[in-house]
């Protein structure tokens, strides 16, 4: 069946290295994947996507990468601050159906000061 | 605009009640979709329209639950005398089709069911 994991529940980073959340995908029908960041009682909020027709797209402090070959995704975060603090979720999803959503379980991103 | 708008944030009702929550979509964004989530877990996929056509509904969306999209506007999700396991945080989604598929979420509706 389809399903989108997360590697590791959770991660520490020391304030102002990078972080690197990784995520691996089942479905390879899936052409669409996005970036979300969760704070505490609060909606996902979107980060980045990229789409099956590229491997890499930058944002501001933010990098995603997409290996098709192994269905893996990942986001990197430089310089990591203590705003970065929150649960990540990557999502897939076929904008060929109805683009709905498939999410991951989710990691924690600790920032320690 | 300044997003997806969901009401109300916060519900405490009773075991056998009827809840209604309300989600206003980004301006002219076509499709709108609703989530579920629980603590520790992913929001997993409940319902979703295009313009005021619901076009698919999960397995999750038991027959106590109804979600409308009248104008193709604002949406509503109901659900009809909750149980426990219906506590959760509800979200609603919308995009715009044939644009970017970007999809952005509210806040969403938290529901304590006691």
């Known amino acids: 069946g389809e399903s989108v994991g997360l590697h590791l529940p959770t991660l520490s980073v020391q304030e102002g290295d990078n972080s690197i959340i990784n995520c691996a995908y089942s479905n390879s029908a899936s052409d669409y994947f996005i970036w979300y960041k969760q704070e505490s009682g609060k909606g996902p909020q979107f980060i980045i996507d990229?789409?099956?027709?590229?491997d890499k797209r930058q944002g501001q402090r933010v990098t995603v990468l997409l290996n098709k070959t192994v269905k893996h995704l990942s986001l990197q975060i430089a310089a990591t601050q203590p705003g970065d603090s929150a649960v990540y979720f990557c999502a897939e999803s076929n904008t060929g159906a109805n683009s709905k959503l498939t999410f991951g379980k989710g990691i924690t991103l600790s920032v320690r000061p | 605009d300044t997003g997806v708008s969901q009401d109300p944030r916060h519900k405490i009702t009773k075991r056998g009640q009827n809840v209604t929550f309300r989600c206003d979509p980004i301006s002219e964004h076509n499709r709108l979709y609703w989530y579920r989530q629980t603590l520790g877990q992913g929001p997993e996929f409940l319902t979703y329209f295009q313009n005021e056509a619901q076009l698919e509904k999960s397995r999750l969306l038991s027959d106590r639950f109804s979600a409308e999209r009248p104008k193709g506007s604002f949406s509503t999700l109901e659900i009809q005398r909750t149980e426990q396991g219906d506590s959760a945080m509800y979200l609603c989604?919308?995009?715009?089709?044939?644009?970017?598929?970007?999809?952005?979420f509210g806040e969403g509706s938290w529901l304590t069911v006691v």
């Open positions: 989604a919308s995009s715009l089709q044939n644009s970017g598929n970007t999809i952005y």
């Open positions: 990229i789409r099956s027709n590229m």
